[in-house]
């Protein structure tokens, strides 16, 4: 079993920074796809960012160069560090996890909530 405990999720104002953490644990192998996703109130959740083990990033389009994810594989750990925040990346931010081929098992965190104000 997979467990993903986030951490780093407040309130700050616009133009802030934040940093989030993601420490996964359980039985974790390589390759995999670690990452962040996002989910305001009414709307979809949505791709933030994700970084393979092999160490190739993917952004969504509205957080590229303000955003950057980092991982430390030796402890299975994600980060996302946000920059320049806006009102619209308030949401509740889920870590993700991917591993594994046939089957393809997917792990999600329970959410940090993050929350701009103007």
């Known amino acids: 079993q997979v467990q993903l405990v986030e951490s780093g999720g407040g309130l700050v104002q616009a133009g802030g920074s934040l940093r989030l953490s993601c420490a996964a644990s359980?039985?974790?192998?390589?390759?995999?796809?670690m990452g962040w996703y996002r989910q305001a109130p009414g709307k979809k959740r949505e791709l933030v960012a994700i970084?393979?083990?092999?160490?190739?990033?993917n952004y969504g389009d509205s957080v590229k160069g303000r955003f950057t994810i980092a991982r430390d594989n030796a402890k299975n750990t994600v980060y996302l560090q946000m920059n320049s925040l806006k009102l619209e990346d308030t949401g509740v931010y889920y870590c993700n996890l991917v591993q594994g081929s046939v089957p393809v098992r997917e792990y999600w965190g329970q959410g940090t909530q993050v929350t701009v104000s103007s």
């Open positions: 359980g039985s974790i192998f390589s390759p995999n796809v």
């Open positions: 970084e393979t083990s092999g160490g190739n990033t």
